[in-house]
């Protein structure tokens, strides 16, 4: 069975959001015009609580977008983003959330980030993703949404690493572009697999 897996399309990375994509609410239409071609569609949603070790706003002196080290190696510090409950963390109203068979909530170890939907970004912390995608029967995965080069990049690479057949639609994805984080997420994807198309 083949699975779509819409990352992240919530408020806060959309034009008006606390960590806006450039074009992030341009995708939404396509991406609910293609869900009836796949078997299962499974949604990720960013949900951090409140102080989360990914906000800048929890460093003495740190700005959204400075590197930091955490225990588990190199992290972007972020805005504060997707709290969980707020208008932010919710999915665009467009969305058609409920076609979801399932929705998988990742980032809300206070201590861990998770761009993946698989793995958390210690890489080993599992979400339970890939369980479910395996009792299902689903071998192939192709991904959609936000942010092509942060959680669509870290799903996709994760996904392909554990042996599912995995697609990246770039059209119904955006970027963050952060320091040629684009360029590096696509041939990173690439090395691993992943056919972008
Ligand atoms: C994301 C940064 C922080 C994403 C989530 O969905 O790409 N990026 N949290
Ligand atoms: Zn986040």
Request: charged share 15%; with cysteine.
């Amino acid at each position: 069975m083949h699975a779509l897996l819409v990352i992240d399309v919530q408020n806060d990375f959309c034009p008006g959001g606390a960590l806006a994509v450039a074009g992030g609410n341009e995708i939404v239409q396509g991406i609910n015009g293609i869900m009836p071609e796949f078997g299962a569609v499974i949604l990720s949603q960013d949900w951090h609580p409140a102080g989360h070790s990914s906000f800048a706003s929890s460093h003495d002196g740190a700005s959204p977008y400075d590197l930091t080290q955490m225990p588990y190696g190199p992290q972007v510090l972020w805005p504060d983003h997707c709290i969980q409950g707020s208008g932010g963390a919710a999915f665009h109203d467009d969305l058609l959330e409920g076609r979801a068979d399932l929705i998988v909530r990742k980032g809300f170890n206070p201590a861990i980030d998770s761009y993946s939907a698989f793995f958390e970004n210690d890489h080993s912390t599992p979400t339970g993703l890939e369980g479910y995608l395996h009792t299902r029967g689903i071998t192939q995965v192709t991904l959609v949404g936000l942010a092509l080069d942060f959680c669509v990049n870290f799903s996709a690479v994760d996904a392909a690493k554990l042996g599912f057949d995995v697609t990246v639609r770039q059209d119904l994805c955006r970027a963050i572009d952060l320091d040629g984080s684009l360029d590096g997420a696509l041939a990173g994807m690439t090395a691993a697999g992943v056919t972008l198309i």
